[in-house]
């Protein structure tokens, strides 16, 4: 550990110093603020320029880590760097750039039912877990607060199913959550809609179908557990000193990879109940949760397009081009039976518009 | 790589160090105020410029190690040379910074080019003499404190016994003494033996300006516990527990990320902290743990923005916050280049903008205004028009002057109050 190089004394003040090149202002420039001995301020009514928008944020070729911090975030991430109003066309080219309009449609408008928000939300959050987990050194803080944030929901999500059940048959809206504001009277008329249409076609058979709305859910939520679970623990071993072993118990329930896949495509189904009903057609009622323990998951849901929650729907595949760690290669073994249905898809954007589309229909109920 | 990272003064106020995203750290001094013109205070000038940290690479587990600085904290001046600590995710640094303006001539066994003299041809023996030269200043790293941290360091502060200092990650906090570079005590460790239930990070910490054994951190869920090392070796146990109830009418899906800590100051008179969220600024008494004592809105209007800034990452951006020397004025970053100052006792706050498209050098700032809705007036900005990748993460206010340093991406801007 040598001597730092010296530079930049005194003496050379005459060369340019590094700085002055990249415009620094020094000194020299001087204000005014409110303060016992100060003059006050004045709102100055002169005319000053607002700077223009910027051209568009080039994009970039790889994710890297520069996604996660710095000024180079937003910029990397999307074009969403300045607040889409509303009546902005842009081209539906990416799916980034449609979540884009998704999340401005999620500020600006007040109509938007509250499950579909709800819904919003938890997918940009999957989404982003998702991105999180392809690199190499996800950020734990982000991951802990986006996980956080997935758990909240899905809480949420699960108290209000848990009242379901009771309220249906009335036609009567359960509850609102805890998030006042909202517009109740916008809930009472989409959530039946969705929902009621289904308990007035079977309603003999209720009984039935309850068990398997609530498998659903209590399926979709400890794979969704597992799902954060997998991510932490992956971020535990990619940053700890820890022998992978003790990380990644033999004993686990499931393996990471799939069932998170699987569990992206079952929040989509919870939406779409018809469909649903045709995916868990084979199982038995009885107890679905110990039944999915017992099996291999990726048997399961072979012929489950996963297309539009694979995560490599932007990048290429997971083959990531360091030298694999324990935890990427036990992906890399799961992931493959979960993509053989989707091998064939064509550019992922497309059939993701059109789905998204689709269950905004249905959510909706136009 | 030219990106600002970090902004601190020294204790006197006379060096401002700047860290940036390559590693660099750069000093600049402020000039000796001379008596020929009055009107021209102090400018500050580049002093030094060294490469604290290169990018490395940890090939145990094939990751990057990003050499950008993430804090550089001055230590009180004891001689004639300077002392700093600048870190990056995984190794903090202490740096010397001294002059050198002599330079001994007249060596007995080298010529004046260094070169060895043949010692049979020497004949008389003298004694060098210190001549003096052209200032250099040298930056030197007199130690390394590696391999403690797992995870990203975000904080670093100095004990205000001198002889330690904190490195805090996003789990654990560890404590130095800068004579030792092998060992370090680990104070706190909020790392759950279950990753898996892991639901809170720390975000930043710092010791009481006074008293060397109370420190504070903040965590990722909107929380500041204060620790007093004299309880126990782990400070897992907090002494106090500062948190404020959520308020029932603002919740939203975003609550929670909206209420992570980004940044925590003590004041320096060591009675209040000050933390930073993502929408306010809190003021606490030390005293009273329920809430704070003062909140001020940095931006509310980007409350109805949540989700667009949640897509595009910037609700993650961290902002820190400063106290001026006499503790009445606090100042944080915001976006479009903005930078907005509250003052504790008028109760009055302004926004100043830092771009040199809109401020002459010696021009006093317009305050500037962001209009939410409704008709806007000739000088606001709309909320729809501000620039999300501008913003301002990092300012520093001098120590006794009303001097700031204001980093907006890549240029810093100094700004002087105006004295008629």
């Known amino acids: 550990m040598g001597a730092g190089p010296a530079a930049g004394g005194r003496g050379a003040r005459s060369s340019p110093s590094p700085w002055a090149g990249r415009g620094v202002a020094c000194g020299g420039e001087e204000l005014r603020w409110p303060g016992p001995g100060g003059g006050g301020s004045r709102l100055l009514l002169e005319g000053v320029r607002v700077p223009a928008p910027l051209r568009e944020p080039a994009r970039p070729a790889g994710e890297g880590r520069a996604a996660c911090e710095g000024a180079g975030g937003p910029l990397a991430r999307s074009s969403s760097r300045f607040m889409l109003g509303r009546g902005l066309k842009r081209k539906l080219s990416d799916y980034e750039e449609n979540m884009a309009g998704l999340s401005s449609a999620f500020d600006s408008s007040r109509n938007l039912p509250y499950p579909l928000k709800r819904q919003l939300v938890l997918n940009m959050c999957l989404t982003k877990l998702q991105t999180y987990k392809m690199l190499v050194e996800p950020n734990l803080h982000r991951s802990v607060l986006i996980a956080n944030t997935v758990r909240q929901i899905q809480e949420e999500m699960r108290q209000e199913s848990s009242q379901q059940p009771i309220n249906v048959c009335n036609g009567i809206a359960p509850n609102p959550p805890s998030y006042p504001g909202i517009d109740s009277s916008g809930i009472s008329l989409h959530l039946p809609s969705g929902s009621s249409q289904q308990e007035s076609n079977c309603c003999n058979s209720w009984s039935a179908e309850g068990p398997i709305e609530n498998s659903l859910l209590m399926v979709s939520d400890d794979d969704m557990s597992s799902a954060i679970s997998s991510i932490l623990k992956d971020l535990d071993f990619m940053e700890d000193i820890s022998p992978p072993t003790s990380l990644v118990p033999a004993g686990d329930d499931e393996p990471p990879k799939s069932p998170e896949n699987t569990c992206l495509k079952l929040e989509d189904d919870r939406q779409d109940l018809k469909g649903a009903e045709c995916v868990f057609g084979s199982f038995e009622i009885s107890n679905s949760t110990s039944y999915l323990k017992d099996l291999a998951i990726d048997d399961i849901f072979e012929d489950i397009d996963t297309s539009m929650y694979d995560s490599d729907f932007c990048s290429p595949p997971l083959m990531a081009p360091r030298p694999p760690s324990a935890a990427t290669e036990e992906t890399l073994k799961t992931f493959p039976s979960c993509n053989s249905s989707s091998t064939n898809n064509i550019p992922i954007c497309r059939t993701d518009l059109s789905e998204l589309d689709h269950i905004m229909e249905i959510l909706v109920g136009s | ?420």
Not at chain 2, 65 to 73: G, T
Not at chain 2, 188 to 202: F, G, Q, R, S
Not at chain 2, 380 to 394: A, G, P, R
Request: glycine share 4%.
């Open chain 2, 1 to 420: 790589a030219d990106i600002i990272s970090t902004v601190e003064f020294n204790h006197t106020g006379e060096l401002l160090a700047t860290g940036d995203k390559g590693g660099r750290v750069v000093i600049f001094q402020r000039e000796q105020e001379s008596k020929n013109q009055p009107h021209r205070r102090g400018e500050y000038n580049v002093y030094s410029t060294f490469q604290s940290h290169e990018p490395e690479f940890d090939y145990l587990k094939s990751l990057e190690i990003e050499e950008k600085i993430n804090k550089i904290r001055w230590l009180p001046q004891q001689n004639a040379a300077y002392f700093l600590l600048s870190t990056n995710d995984k190794t903090v640094k202490l740096w010397k910074v001294s002059e050198r303006d002599k330079r001994p001539e007249g060596y007995n066994l080298k010529d004046e080019d260094g070169r060895l003299r043949d010692p049979s041809m020497i004949t008389m023996l003298r004694v060098p003499v210190l001549r003096p030269m052209d200032l250099m200043v040298e930056a030197t790293p007199r130690r390394v404190f590696a391999n403690a941290h797992t995870y990203h360091i975000n904080s670093i502060s100095v004990n205000s016994d001198y002889e330690t200092y904190m490195s805090a990650d996003d789990l654990r906090i560890n404590l130095w003494n800068f004579e030792i570079t092998n060992q370090s005590f680990n104070i706190v460790d909020i790392k759950p033996a279950n990753m898996e239930e892991l639901t809170e990070v720390i975000t930043a910490a710092e010791f009481h300006p006074h008293h060397c054994n109370t420190f504070v951190y903040s965590s990722s869920k909107g929380t500041i516990r204060l620790c007093d090392m004299r309880a126990s070796a782990l400070c897992d146990r907090h002494s106090k527990f500062f948190e404020e109830p959520e308020d029932p009418s603002n919740r939203s899906f975003f609550s929670e990320i909206i209420s992570s800590i980004s940044d925590v100051k003590f004041s320096h008179s060591g009675r209040y902290i000050m933390t930073r969220d993502y929408l306010t600024v809190k003021v606490w008494d030390l005293n009273m743990e329920n809430r704070p004592i003062e909140t001020y809105q940095v931006h509310d209007y980007l409350r109805s923005k949540l989700c667009s800034l949640y897509e595009n990452d910037c609700i993650f951006d961290k902002f820190e916050c400063v106290w001026n020397g006499s503790d009445s004025v606090i100042m944080t970053g915001s976006y479009n280049n903005f930078f907005r100052m509250f003052d504790r006792n008028t109760k009055r706050d302004v926004t100043l903008e830092a771009s040199r498209e809109n401020s002459k050098p010696r021009a006093i700032l317009k305050p500037r205004k962001v209009c939410v809705g409704g008709k806007r007036r000739k000088d606001e900005i709309s909320v729809d028009s501000l620039d999300f990748s501008k913003k301002i993460l990092h300012t520093a206010w001098h120590p006794s002057e009303n001097i700031i340093a204001v980093a907006a991406t890549n240029n810093l801007y100094i700004f002087q109050d105006k004295v008629n």
